[in-house]
């Protein structure tokens, strides 16, 4: 993933689980109602734009694009410090996270994507209960307790996922494409929209439409 698909990919996360003036994002299938504008945001960002040129733009986009009025002007100038945050983290590449620790961190401060991360622990409260909507843990190799994590919209692709817990999560949206899924537990997690195209799960490959234990 190079810088600006990486970029691109934050902006879209934190407008729509963040920003979110429509009120949608409660429905992972309205993932790309912000998509537009995500392009205008970027080039702001390319060209040094500040907090304040970001809120005047999020303002404009609310209320002359979406026609959502704003009580409190403060929602848009903490979106744009976000964006900004986001622009950082992307200059800086992605790096993968050597634990369970060190990533919920770098998520909370406002990353997403750990791609190629090696992390394995027994510790069954590593990660249970933690917010991480929109993680993206591509070609990972990682054992982790996900019990009861809200993870909708995450990103497994090609990940091995051995072992790894995630029963009753919020997997609503979230892609598993190839992944390895031996002995990783789904137990009444939420499903819908998932997918789970050629995933390996207990040694059978998943097709099209299928889900673990189905």
């Not at 059978?204 to 673990?212: A, H, I, N, Q, S």
């Given at each position: 993933m190079n810088v600006d698909s990486h970029l691109l990919r934050l902006v879209h996360d934190i407008l729509f689980r963040e920003w979110d003036p429509l009120g949608v994002n409660a429905d992972e299938a309205a993932t790309r109602?912000?998509?537009s504008y995500i392009t205008g945001i970027i080039h702001l960002l390319r060209k040094g734009a500040d907090e304040r040129k970001l809120s005047a733009h999020l303002l404009r986009l609310r209320e002359n694009s979406l026609g959502v009025s704003l009580s409190d002007p403060r929602g848009d100038e903490l979106i744009a410090s976000r964006l900004l945050a986001a622009y950082e983290i992307a200059q800086r590449g992605i790096r993968p996270a050597r634990s369970a620790e060190e990533l919920l961190a770098r998520y909370q401060a406002g990353e997403r994507v750990f791609n190629g991360s090696r992390i394995e622990t027994d510790d069954r409260e590593s990660l249970s209960g933690c917010k991480l909507d929109g993680l993206v843990l591509r070609n990972a190799y990682v054992k982790l307790s996900f019990q009861g994590a809200s993870l909708r919209g995450a990103d497994f692709w090609d990940a091995e996922l051995k072992g790894s817990d995630f029963s009753n999560a919020d997997l609503r949206g979230a892609q598993f494409h190839g992944s390895v899924l031996s002995n990783t537990s789904f137990q009444d997690a939420r499903l819908e929209g998932a997918q789970f195209n050629e995933a390996c799960y207990q040694f059978?490959?998943?097709?099209?439409?299928?889900?673990?234990d189905s």
């Open positions: 109602e912000y998509s059978r490959m998943l097709k099209t439409g299928e889900f673990p």
